[in-house]
């Protein structure tokens, strides 16, 4: 492929030439020697479940050893990939539900409530007393979350019980009595305690358990709602009482936020717990003084991937990119260092930070990398922590060779910030204007865009043309993860971006003074766009599938993002997906998610490689819906 059909971003082509020059290897060249990809993994044809294998199915062979075919290999395959996208989801989760509970307790100092407000509001989903002092409230709500990683009853989660809408949870009652009426096997939809669900992932995927798809995929629908209405929510929720509820501000985007007189750090990887304590020390008027003594004017802190879209909904720091940009960041030459913890961190980044003066620094005892310089993160020491790394980046500053200083200059102005309370507060209190714009058909409906960038597709080509198509069609774009990211980085978030949508939803966004594209955070913060479904589905007493909405992520590469396709359609949102996932090889998987489940669960998925086509299709799909409204 041609340099001009990798990216549609100009920093990119930029630093894709330097890289050619240069010979930086990137991930578009390791994608060249992989091509072309073995078949039976593309088509989810291969299983490697046990050692009387591997098998590979093909018209010749289409049993593997055990005698497993093509439709329970597929699905295997494909809810394995669900497990451990919704385990990265919920990990985090846990992580945060840990921390908020030891700050409830009193044992962590590094840590406070930050918004009572928020706390108070989650308290009273769970009927818990609002009036007692707020570190009891505090406890009470950490116990509800943790216990939702832990119970062994059969009782559905507590999060996806307090806010997943009422008419949705009938829906997922009445599936599993259809399906246990129909097949005679129960089959489960509501989950019950989110590692119990990953784990029964994995124990039905073991030779011979589970072999049928049906059966399988109905257990990853369970674990992506563990995800979406458990593991991800409860990130989202408690890290907004620890940190803050996002609310509207401007940010600066792309890789011309690199700042050549000062010290840039880049946070990278997806944990708040780590990203807030790094800014917070670096913008410490200690660290400020030392980034002086060696000559800097400054630290400037700037993120790639969720944790930077986590920083800057809250604080509004500056993102260097999408998860394409990390090797391309490093190439930049200005950066002293690249601190990470978990999720979507090329393992090429150690050997190419060697390049260069930067010091690439991994900090979770869940994540190691070759050639990282370690600085274990521990949140009780973490202001601690913060400043060695923040020390380490200071010191590196000396070492930069300025010979190799490439900064692009492209940085665009973004809006962002939009958590659902700042839009009910946009609103003026209350979805109704929200609503009625939609009735009105000033807004038709609503698409969520989410997920990542993938080499196989032209780099933030696929997201910006269908935000372009749909909000020429007077569809309002929200949205999250590396999606959102690229919309910033296109200009797609600022109020000018108004002048680009049709012009009931321009009239809209007029008056309540917004972009047409909404920045709702990180991936865990898909949990923002169920609840702000369950709050329009409750205000009007419909199941979500009823509301016209439609959800997308068209430059998917991550097993997260299999999780969170599958919440959605499991919430009763039409999902599209591109590039196609691994599941070709099975006409009966196929069938069942892109036909079997719409009478189930009202969501489906469907697949489409051009945007146009795309925007066209959500459309069709939204006018559908809004006639039955
Ligand atoms: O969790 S969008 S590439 S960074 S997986 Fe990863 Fe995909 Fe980006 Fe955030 Ni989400
Ligand atoms: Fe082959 Fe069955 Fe073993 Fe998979 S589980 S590797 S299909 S024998």
Redesign the pocket.
Known sequence: RELKDLSIDPAVLDILSLAKQKNYETVWDRLERQSPHCKFGSSGLC????V????RITEKTPK???G?DAAT?VARNLIRALAAGAAAHSDHGRAVAVLFNEVAQGKNKDYQIADEAKLKSIAEKFHIHTSQDITSIAKEVARVALEDFGKQDEKALNFLEAYAPQKRKETWQKVEEALFSQTGKKMGILPRNIDREITECMHRTH?GVDNQALSLLVQGVRTALADGWGGSLIATELQDVLFGTPDKKVIKANLGVLKEDQVNIIVHGHEPILSEQVVAAAMSPEMQEKAKEVGAQGINVAGICCTANEVLMRLGVPVAGNMIHQELAIMTGVVEAMVVDVQCIFPSLGPLAKCFHTKFISTSDRAAFPEAVHIQFDEHHAREVAQKIVETAIEAFKERDPQKVHIPQEVEEAVVGFSVEEIIKILGGSPKPLVDAILAGKIKGVVGIVGCNNPKIKHDAFHISLTKELIKKDILVIGTGCWAIAAAKAGFMKLDAQALAGEGLKEVCKALDIPPVLHMGSCVDCSRMLVLAAALADYLKVDISDLPLVGSAPEWTTEKAVSIGTYFVASGVPVHLWPMPPIGGSEEVVGILTEGVKDLLGGYFFIEEDPVKTASRMERIIMEKRKAF
Do not use: F, K, S
């Open positions: 299983c490697r479940n046990c009387m294998g591997p098998c593997g050893v055990c497993a290999i030779m």
